[in-house]
């Protein structure tokens, strides 16, 4: 009988010591272990594989987060190993949390991490401008503009100027870059999800127009017998248009933007005006030339002095 009696003691005293340390045996199997979630931090790209650094056999894990906020997929089975979940959408700025469980115990948060997506850089994503469309005038310069489009999460955005196919722009790392010197250019824009090489619109140097030719047509007029007359000038180098005008309004007007030029006149008018042309171009415009035309009375006709 006492040996049976110290069969039966030893269990006992087993459990007291499990009482003693505050620890009865249901609650003792609903103990789970903490572990890690890894990425953290900035994703450059929308999904990731998230893993946990371990497991235990016998529980179950389910990924909870996104946005809205909810369960992931499925429950994963411990393996005693980490455990992945592969293909997470990622959302802007949201915590992806691990809740453990199995049968009999409540569901307890064992991992935890905070993740925030950001796209790739693509080449659609950096727009590069040039001042004045590219257009050099003598003695000018032009300012290029690189412009990155706004993605959440995407910061630290460097860049570096180029000649183009050659050498990089020594102190050229800003978003702007000024230059005096004609030609192609390129810009590398890196940022923390990717970089992209961007070429530059090239840069066009201007040549200002030269004077034209003289002002050609009649200059001496019987006004109510001629109302309208057409002046010419000999084109002038590098212009890209023409502006006409007339010295005094009130006698008549005048259009044109090509070399020549047509005049209404006022009937009204008596005396001198100058019909001016001058050759324009993004660079500036050419010296006016000019050509005085004389409106008499309609009574001072004379065919022997070139009047009409």
């Given at each position: 009988m006492r040996k049976s009696s110290n069969k039966l003691f030893l269990p006992l005293v087993s459990f007291a010591a499990i009482l003693l340390l505050g620890v009865s045996p249901a609650r003792s199997q609903c103990v789970f272990a903490n572990y890690t979630l890894t990425p953290s931090g900035l994703i450059c790209g929308s999904t990731t594989t998230i893993t946990m650094s371990g497991s235990q056999s016998g529980v179950s894990y389910q990924l909870m987060g996104g946005s809205p906020s909810g369960d992931i997929g499925s429950p994963i089975a411990g393996t005693g190993s980490a455990i992945s979940w592969p293909n997470v959408s990622i959302a802007a700025g949201t915590t992806y949390l691990v809740e453990a469980s199995k049968s009999g115990c409540s569901g307890t948060v064992v991992a935890g991490t905070f993740l925030y997506g950001s796209t790739l850089l693509a080449t659609s994503d950096v727009t590069v401008t040039a001042s004045n469309n590219g257009i050099m005038c003598p003695g000018g310069s032009i300012t290029f503009t690189a412009t990155v489009a706004p993605a959440y999460g995407r910061a630290n955005i460097t860049y570096q100027w180029f000649y183009y196919d050659g050498p990089p722009i020594s102190g050229a790392t800003?978003?702007?870059?000024?230059?005096?010197?004609?030609?192609?250019?390129?810009?590398?824009?890196?940022?923390?999800?990717?970089?992209?090489?961007?070429?530059?619109?090239?840069?066009?140097?201007?040549?200002?127009?030269?004077?034209?030719?003289?002002?050609?047509?009649?200059?001496?007029?019987?006004?109510?017998?001629?109302?309208?007359s057409v002046y010419t000038i000999t084109p002038s180098a590098n212009a890209t248009g023409y502006a006409w005008s007339l010295s005094n309004a009130a006698a008549g007007s005048i259009t044109g933007e090509g070399t020549s030029a047509t005049v209404i006149w006022n009937t009204r008018f008596i005396g001198t005006v100058t019909v001016n042309a001058s050759g324009t171009a993004l660079c500036g415009n050419t010296p006016a030339a000019g050509l005085a035309v004389t409106l008499l009375p309609r009574t001072m006709v004379s065919n022997n002095h070139n009047i009409y």
């Open positions: 800003s978003s702007t870059f000024t230059t005096s010197t004609a030609g192609a250019y390129s810009v590398l824009v890196l940022c923390n999800c990717g970089y992209q090489m961007i070429q530059c619109p090239t840069i066009t140097a201007e040549s200002l127009p030269t004077a034209p030719g003289p002002v050609s047509g009649i200059d001496t007029i019987s006004n109510g017998a001629v109302t309208q």
